[in-house]
């Protein structure tokens, strides 16, 4: 049977939820386990993963931060010590209470999110100005008991990096979180070709027990919100509730203030949905674990494998992420692989382009192929690589331009929101009502005020009152 | 106060454990939390096990293996299908029986391993022989409900990885268990510095499930044994027991094979205690998060500080771990510190150096002083950390050598055991009697069976029946 009949997938503009979930299953990069929920991240979802936490990992530790580990489990009085954050997590934790045979006299929930540990710790092990700041990361697994679940976008368990730290001034601290959503907006937009909108939350959206918390908001093909990294500032709120105090230079006891900030493998789901198509996933090159596949045409032909081997090997040699295909399926076969795995190029090699001294390079994000003679293979890899990431952000952002609007009343919202979707753009007066009246009359969240903030005054689409924060709202995943 | 005496710890010939524990809390390795048996791996420790990750990941990569992620929860029906594993582990479970408020229709265990979350994987994602062999490894934490814990060796929750594979025949299953554990003798030997002894566990002593354990067995400074990695053959036992089957080239349903390996954090307790001296941590060069600490002397002297910052950046520039400390402590204070930590290597510059053009290298494992002219000093660094891990390879190796004793009767045995203690060397009949027999009256137990068999006859010290087989008891951590 063809490849691409076994391997249908319904098209994205038919049914974009459907469309998801195929392009999941067909390239591998998920599957469904016995737990209701929980996911299992197989070889080539994985493999994207270590490549983004492999460029996070080396910006952290660039600004300073340390990697550290700490305990799965939090006994249920830690986790109440800050009434905010249990009350926002409580509800959704996983609870232990018998180990081995022996009851528990205190349950102990999974880790939802660590801030009561390290806080924990840091009582422990800050005693003066000089053990500051504490820039803290730690790489890990957590457990929301959600009630729905998406692969990638809401799962029971899953991957995230988690940083947590403590300094000497509210300033440091405020420049720390703004700093850490920068570092994320950099690996969005420089190696997930995914622009984003850089922004607060509002006091309802904010992170259980933050004073602030930082967003990115990514839109996705079908138009909704993807929040794509946040990052919070606690002021000395949890540092009071843990009893954190450090003696400062003046040798008086004083309260640190702190951060945290988290990414996830939710941005898998991200570059699915801002870069996939009707044939699969479209991998942004610089985390896509094959870059340039290889794949010997005629390959029964004498030379021909041996020169398709060769041209992996270059390839290798040259830093880029290669394999060559030389399993007994067809050349169409493989290329519709491929294209579902998203590999950025397919480098393609056969007796005719043997003669001419050349290869053929078809790019996955366009089709577009060329003719590269054999001599300037890596220097045109390498080149289109960069193509092909510059092209996918230009286009992402296209899309978000082309379905940002303005709007001045929750019915015109209403409207845009039901129909194509799209991030609505407004006046906000910052009350909570009028944030409520927008999810009631118009279907749409906060999403975040914008970072660069246009400065001109104009009403609030509820209330009318005249303001200048400038908000925007949507539908987000 | 001198750092000296402020981190004085107990002599290690006084009371090694204390010791052990002293340098595990004074090189801030790690840190007690508020639930027992549950440790945080501090910046430093974690630094160690990142580099002893890399090491492993990259020769895992070069044999083939994927790394995946899977649930960190198992439903206690899953953990109940293979027998002699349920057995092994049940006892051992942290048990969740509560998901937000509502109460779980069936509980679900913290991983102990993750043998049944992968069978049940696979018997959903295995059809064909075109699918084998499977080679999947995950880095991840486990929990193992204990009694009693010790800083690395002993952990209710510890990080690890485990690695499991599936293939067509026993014979490949078995190469694959055989070539993992060269994989972690590599590890040990050539970045660790550790000595190993390659050698399978007796019945008694095998993995639960498994039917065959091959094991790294290193001795510590106490001549006590610490088993330090373990690879596993299953044989089809548990791929029936979860009914994974595929169709063969011939077009029949049969059974495939699988092998387990696991490698964990208690390797740094086995550095730490084969290694470390009465002035703190030894680290092995290939792992030590910091390899050359670079110290001014006289650093308010014009120009020093920038000598020491120029000679940091050469060894960072040249892929050496450095860092230059220039805090306002005093020289003495930093000798201490980075004896304490461990540093291979420590470079003094000061004024008198910079006159001779030289600096001042130190050896942590020999306290060694050579001056270095500064024309030579990547090239020297680079020879002295190679010639730092041979020289600690040589002394555990030597402790080894000069603590394994052959004995003849239980009583010999015990005596060595309860005297400076060390590997016993004798034959075995292959009995658990007999092996029950010399924990009972030796208070030892088997620790291998090497890889490497004299082929010689003798006798069994217990029973007195004449065997082959060579065998290693001791007291294990």
């Given amino acids: 049977m063809d490849k691409r009949q076994v391997d249908a997938i319904t098209p994205r503009d038919v049914d974009f939820a459907q469309w998801y ?46 990697n550290v580990y700490l305990p799965v489990l939090i006994p249920e009085s830690l986790l109440q010590k800050e009434k905010d954050h249990v009350e926002g997590f409580a509800p959704e934790c996983a609870w232990i209470t018998m180990g081995g045979s022996e009851k528990l006299e205190e349950r102990l929930c999974v880790r939802p999110t660590s801030e009561t540990v390290f806080c924990d710790h840091w009582s422990k092990i800050v005693h003066s100005w000089r053990d500051l700041p504490l820039l803290y990361n730690q790489w890990c697994s957590v457990l929301r008991w959600e009630k729905t679940s998406r692969p990638f976008l809401r799962h029971r368990e899953f991957l995230w990096q988690e940083g947590h730290t403590l300094h000497a001034t509210a300033e440091e601290a405020i420049q720390r979180t703004e700093q850490m959503l920068e570092v994320y907006a950099d690996v969005c937009e420089n190696v997930l070709a995914m622009p984003v909108l850089k922004g607060l939350k509002t006091d309802k959206e904010k992170f259980a027990g933050a004073e602030r918390t930082y967003t990115l908001e990514c839109m996705m093909y079908d138009h909704k919100a993807l929040q794509n990294g946040t990052s919070h500032f606690f002021g000395d709120g949890f540092a009071r509730a843990f009893g954190i105090t450090y003696t400062d230079k003046d040798n008086r006891q004083v309260t640190p203030f702190e951060t945290s900030w ?15 198509d009707d044939n699969g996933l479209v991998l942004p090159p610089r985390v896509a674990p094959i870059q340039a596949v290889v794949i010997p045409v005629a390959a029964h032909k004498p030379g021909v494998l041996d020169a398709a081997a060769a041209l992996r090997d270059r390839l290798k040699a040259a830093g880029i992420r290669s394999k060559m295909d030389d399993s007994d399926n067809s050349p169409g076969w493989k290329f519709a692989e491929y294209e579902m795995k998203g590999v950025p190029l397919r480098v393609e090699i056969g007796p005719k382009d043997m003669e001419k001294n050349q290869c053929v390079i078809a790019r996955r994000d366009t089709g577009e192929k060329t003719f590269v003679p054999l001599g300037e293979l890596e220097e045109t890899v390498k080149k289109l690589l960069d193509a092909v990431h510059d092209s996918m952000y230009a286009m992402a952002l296209q899309n978000r331009e082309d379905n940002t609007f303005d709007i001045s009343t929750p019915e015109e919202a209403k409207a845009i929101a039901e129909g194509k979707g799209g991030f609505l753009r407004s006046k906000w007066c910052g009350s909570l009502e009028c944030e409520l009246a927008m999810k009631e009359r118009a279907g749409v969240t906060s999403r975040c005020m914008p970072l660069e903030q246009s400065g001109t005054e104009g009403v609030c689409p509820v209330c009318g009152k005249k303001c200048v924060t400038d908000i925007y709202w949507g539908v987000a995943y």
Same sequence: chains 1, 2.
């Fill in 21 to 66: 979930t195929d392009v999941c299953k067909k390239a591998k990069l998920i599957d469904y386990t016995s737990v209701k929920g929980m996911f299992i991240y197989r070889p080539y979802g994985y493999a994207i993963w270590e490549n983004i936490q492999r460029e996070m990992d080396k910006r952290f530790k660039e600004t300073g931060v340390e």
């Fill in 262 to 276: 988290g990414y996830s493998t939710r941005t898998i789901g991200g570059i699915i949905m801002t870069h996939g």
